[in-house]
Nanobody, 126 residues
Framework: QVQLVESGGGLVQAGDSLRLSCTAS????????MGWFRQAPGKEREFVAG????????HYADAVLGRFTITRDNTKSQVYLEMNSLAPEDTAVYYC???????????????????WGQGTQVTVSS
């Protein structure tokens, strides 16, 4: 089993920045791809960013490209999401997820990730 715990969410104003962290425990996760998703009220969960196990490949949703940066530190079993130029439409619960499969392909489909954190709320006021 893998446990994922997100932190770093909060209430900010438009244009501000936030850094989300996700800490994994339970099993070694350095060989697995990880991703960030978000879900706004009344909407489906959507892909935000993904990173391969070695950081060699990264993929972003068009909505966050150029504003968000995903990184990981396998020595700490952590993945991060640096969010800049936040806008009200970024308001959502943000989830960290791990894909329990040895692959160098980043999936944007939530159902291909086996482990999820509990989520952290990000609220951006205008």
């Amino acid at each position: 089993q893998v446990q994922l715990v997100e932190s770093g969410g909060g209430l900010v104003q438009a244009g501000d920045s936030l850094r989300l962290s996700c800490t994994a425990s339970g099993r070694t996760v350095s060989a697995y791809n990880m991703g960030w998703f978000r879900q706004a009220p009344g909407k489906e969960r959507e892909f935000v960013a993904g990173i391969t196990w070695d950081g060699g490949r990264i993929h972003y949703a068009d909505a966050v490209l150029g504003r968000f940066t995903i990184t990981r530190d396998n020595t700490k079993s952590q993945v991060y999401l640096e969010m800049n130029s936040l806008a009200p439409e970024d308001t959502a619960v943000y989830y960290c997820a791990l894909r329990w499969r040895l692959t160098h392909t980043i999936s944007i489909e939530p159902n291909e990730y086996e482990y999820w954190g509990q989520g952290t709320q990000v609220t951006v006021s205008s």
